[in-house]
Nanobody, 116 residues
Framework: QVQLLESGGGLVQAGGSLSLSCVAS????????MAWYRQAPGKQREMLAT???????TYADAVKGRFTISRDNAKNTVYLQMSGLKPENTAVYYC??????????WGQGTQVTVSS
C-alpha cells in the first residue's frame, strides 16, 4: 500500500526558511526518481525539484538557488530545504515520483504559508 507522508510545513515570514520531509512506504523508493511538487490555490500542481537514485538534482527556474532537494534511501525519505521564501511560494507541498506515472494516492501534502 502506497503511503507518502509529507511534513514540515508551517507559517513563515518572507525571507525565512523551512525544511520539508516526505517519508514513503509501499514503493520502490531507492529505485525511483523522486520529486517535490506544490499546488497553490487555484493553480495547477507544479514540479519543483527532482532527485535521481544517485543524487542528481534538477530544479524549476522558480526555485533554483533557493530550494535544495535531497534524499536518504535508507530512510525512504526525501527532503526539501527551502530558503528565501516568498509569499508566492504559499502552497501545499507534495512529494511523489518524478516519472510520468505518479504513485496513487498522493499524500495529504504539507501547507506552507509565507507572510509578507
Amino acid at each position: 500500500q502506497v503511503q507518502l507522508l509529507e511534513s514540515g510545513g508551517g507559517l513563515v515570514q518572507a525571507g525565512g526558511s523551512l525544511s520539508l520531509s516526505c517519508v514513503a512506504s509501499g514503493i520502490s523508493f531507492s529505485r525511483d526518481i523522486m520529486a517535490w511538487y506544490r499546488q497553490a490555490p487555484g493553480k495547477q500542481r507544479e514540479m519543483l525539484a527532482t532527485i535521481s537514485t544517485g543524487g542528481t538534482t534538477t530544479y524549476a527556474d522558480a526555485v533554483k538557488g533557493r530550494f535544495t532537494i535531497s534524499r536518504d534511501n535508507a530512510k525512504n525519505t526525501v527532503y526539501l530545504q527551502m530558503s528565501g521564501l516568498k509569499p508566492e511560494n504559499t502552497a501545499v507541498y507534495y512529494c511523489n515520483s518524478a516519472s510520468l506515472r505518479q504513485y496513487e494516492p498522493w499524500g495529504q501534502g504539507t501547507q506552507v504559508t509565507v507572510s509578507s
